[in-house]
């Protein structure tokens, strides 16, 4: 077998030092108690090294995202398996934090909420009135000598686990989340006027917002009028103009900072700006708001955008709609409460989107991965689980994607072409070995080789020739989850995802701070203002980037919680118990099954099989006759029961 990036490197560094060479680098621990360590390359480096498989009895009691230096196995010289090199720590320099969050699920003892802390954590002292089965926040005691830490004392109490409130509570305090804005903070900016400009009228063009039937702010409206002649049209894009209101540096603007993106959380948000200000500033029909717009004119009949112009104005929303009511009027042209011109506006803006995005996947090969998203509906005010929703992206988000998208791009162009500190979104290409582990995972799960997915195109051919069944949603995680993930930078760069070479965020600034800091940057350009640094919009974009990796991680914790507080419900009332799975990994005491219905993965252990099954690679194979299960198969499910503590859904096959 060849010899890793990873080896090589170190070897050349093994010979310039004629020692052992150790590697520092952030530790990620998976719920299955291994860790990883992301190298740091270091500036003079060739290629960068691999991450290294550190084995559960080598990790030193590093913790999910603490700082370390480790060594290579000497055992490990040439990889042996697909994991690629393996190493251990040898020094823990910097901890990730210094409490933890978890179920107090013994008189001593409390497990973590968060999966990648998979070691419970003893604890000793008062127990703050904490009892078994209690969310609770543990301070953690470090030996000064090894910095290791399986203890700690107990600081505050949430409540009962698997009680909504109580599991929301816990999720923000693991994951740092900023609390809301206070009713005095809310109350400072009632008295908040925005900065006075010269602004374009334009409250006479046909101009509609289209969201979410649950959305709480609205960032954007969308317009269409003739153009110049009958090949062309307009297509108005107007944001809500946030940055007339907090401008850089200001108390307001450290807050939107230090919090970077409203946290949207199964029965509770919690806004970047505060609430009072978005009503201000939100694009509501019947009443005239300012905007940051930008003018496209297009081509009709082929999709191509000819040239734009942007500006700050005034507009006039005709109507708030929503997906619904728009995804309506497209499949049944259902036009009722609206007059003939406001229909024929709207049916102008869905033909026209149509064959923008039918351009840009002509030229620029974008992936088309439309993924059924299945997430837990609750009522805030009544703190109750309404059941689960479950959305993939239709035509009428389509639209509005297609016209953000064409801000975006724009805006990402200006900055470039003007040459201003900007911030960007950039999603690399994908890494080889990912791409060769995804296709191992199709020959053997699902009988299909994807061959050779190194370019766009060759993605675009796989996703497009895959069958509309239910094995599509597995596969397109799956290949999803083989790309590198999107951030921000302060450089722009391949949106691989889009097909785009420049590409910012322009069009959520209520709800992102990349995008109010990039409409600051442009409010300065146009009049005159001090720009932000490179090194600022660096610094921005680093923040923003691990920021947005951290609430999504809260987000997911926080569904995945009350899905399995939702089926223990139907359990308990006795709804419906039939779920349709798919076996996606064989593992030492059962099966992993993507629950097609739900969204989540839950576990079948050997004993709820019926009979007696041994491993066999990647396929369970029955001790007596020719059953077997296997990675792609079908399962019909029970569930069982609820492990809260684990924070998984057990099942049983039905015969």
Known sequence: MKRSKTKKWFDRKKNKRAQTPTIKGTITITSGGFGFLRVEAGENAETKPEDIFIPPKFLKGAMDGDEVEATLLEERREPVDDRGPAGKIVEIIKRSRDFIVGELISAHRVRPLNKHLPDDIEVSGSLCGAKRGDWVKVNLNFNPETKQSKRGSIEQT????????????????????????????????????????????????????????????????????????????????????????????????????????????????????????????????GVDTFAHSIIFTVHKHSGRILGAKRFHSLINVKANLTYERVQDFIDTGNAKGWTKTFASSLGQLVDLTRIMREYRRIHEKFLD??????????????????????????????????????ANAEVAGELIRKAMPGLFRVHPEPDPAKLEEFN?????????????????????????????????????????????????????????????????HFTSPIRRYTDLAVHQQLW?????????????????????????????????????????????????TGGENLHEGMISRIVTGGLLVDILDLGILGFVPLENLPGKFRRSGEILKADRGHATYKCGDYIYLRLSEIDFIRGSAIFRPVN
């Open 158 to 285: 949430f409540g009962r686990a698997g009680e909504i409130t109580a599991d929301i509570d816990a999720i923000i305090a693991e994951y740092k989340l900023c609390p809301p804005y206070t009713a005095e903070e809310n109350e400072d900016v009632m008295h908040l006027f925005p900065r006075e400009i010269e602004r374009k009228d334009l409250r006479k063009l046909f101009c509609v917002a289209i969201d979410p039937h649950d959305a709480k702010d609205v960032d954007d409206a969308v317009s269409i009028a003739p153009g110049q002649n009958d090949s062309e049209v307009e297509l108005g894009v107007h944001i809500a103009d946030v940055a007339a209101w907090v401008t850089p540096g200001s108390t307001l603007d450290k807050k939107a900072y230090e919090r970077g993106f409203t946290a949207y959380l199964p029965s509770r948000t919690l806004p970047m700006l505060p609430k009072v200000l978005t009503k201000k500033i939100s694009l509501y029909g």
């Open 369 to 406: 991965m439309a993924i059924p998203e299945i997430r837990v509906v609750c009522d805030e005010s009544e703190n109750k689980i309404i059941g689960l929703e479950r959305k993939l992206q239709r035509e009428s988000e389509q639209l509005i994607e297609e016209c953000m998208l064409a």
């Open 440 to 504: 191992a995972l199709m020959i053997s799960a699902f009988g299909m080789n994807p061959g050779d997915l190194s370019s766009r195109t060759a993605c675009c051919h796989f996703l497009e020739d895959l069958p509309d069944s239910p094995r599509k949603p597995v596969i397109l995680n799956a290949f999803l989850r083989s790309l590198p993930r999107a951030s921000y930078t302060e450089a722009h760069g391949l949106h691989f995802g889009l097909g785009k070479t420049q590409y910012s």
């Open 524 to 572: 300065n350009s146009d009049f005159n203002g001090r720009l932000k640094s490179a090194k600022t919009m660096e610094k921005i974009a680093e923040s923003c980037s691990k920021k947005e990796i951290n609430i999504d991680d809260a987000y997911y914790t926080a569904n995945d919680r009350l899905k399995l507080r939702y089926l223990e419900e139907q359990l308990q």
